[in-house]
């Protein structure tokens, strides 16, 4: 039997199919090639762009955070940009002096301090208004009712555990105790006492012929306008509770006046009389 052999392919034609074969790979690596570019050209222009928006997303946040915390703080000046409007207003009698006095107080009162607190210039400010007219008219009770008023309010503004001292602090009977060095005295901590029930523990107590200090630490102090020891007086870290409807003695003035001038609520010295 007798066997037919076909060759697959010319051998010219084999070639020209191979050639052909391999420049069609060559052509589709190219365009794989291009592909696998155009493909990292957008992810590294996608990238830019994600962090382009991340960086103006962050801005946008920051400058809304910023715009927020200026309002907040606007805010908690205005109760004191109104007092110190109110105490500036001129009053050319008395009557008129004790409405704007009454008004200021009323705001101050009715005021409750945030966790955003007025800047220490705006509480300058009333302190140094409050000051003309307490020169003006020093027997004139209103005066002294605004200016415990004024104290109330500075010293839940400027001390930043005002409300931790008002929640821990005992009442009365308080934690004293006497003591002998730099003169004696005696020391209340964390309780709630009054100037006044104070200075009746240590009537005509003297220590080496002079009379003693009294050191209110962490406490919430109330006065009322009553009689104050002569003898020095240091509140530390201590919010204060004055209801002054009357013309305080002359030590209560000396004592109201320099707290409301005080810069710095955390230590005030009240000198001897």
């Known amino acids: 039997m007798a066997c037919l052999n076909f060759p697959l392919c010319v051998l010219n034609e084999c070639e020209e199919n191979e050639m052909a074969t391999n420049q069609d790979l060559t052509t589709r690596l190219d365009k794989l090639e291009e592909r696998v570019a155009n493909h990292i ?19 946008l946040v920051y400058n809304t955070r910023s715009t927020v915390v200026q309002v907040a703080k606007a805010q908690a000046n205005v109760p004191a940009q109104i007092v110190a409007s109110l105490l500036s207003n001129p009053a050319t009698t008395p009557s008129e002096a004790q409405a704007n006095l009454a008004a200021a107080a009323s705001v101050l009162k009715s005021t409750k301090v945030g966790k955003t607190k007025p800047d220490s210039v705006k509480l300058e400010a009333i302190s140094d208004k409050l000051l003309d007219v307490q020169k003006q ?8 009712a605004t200016t415990g008023a004024f104290i109330n309010y500075k010293s839940e503004a400027l001390l ?12 009365r009977p308080c934690t004293r105790a006497i003591g002998f060095q730099d003169g004696g005295g005696m020391t209340f901590t964390g309780c709630i006492i009054s100037l006044e029930a104070a200075a009746g523990m240590m009537i005509n107590v003297t ?47 000396q004592t109201m006046l320099s707290i409301a001038k005080a810069d710095n609520l955390n230590m005030i010295t009240i000198p001897s009389a």
């Open 137 to 144: 008219y020093p027997e004139m009770p209103q005066v002294w």
């Open 207 to 253: 220590f080496n012929g002079k009379p003693g200090r009294f050191i209110f630490k962490n406490c919430v102090v109330e006065y009322s306008g009553g009689a104050l020891p002569d003898g020095p007086i240091i509140f530390e870290n201590s919010v204060f509770r004055f209801s002054v409807n009357i013309v305080p003695t002359r030590r209560g003035t």
């Open 160 to 171: 930043k555990n005002a409300s931790q001292i008002s929640e821990t602090a005992s009442p």
């Open 41 to 59: 050209t957008f992810f590294w222009g996608a990238t830019a762009l994600g962090f382009a928006c991340m960086g103006a997303l962050a801005l």
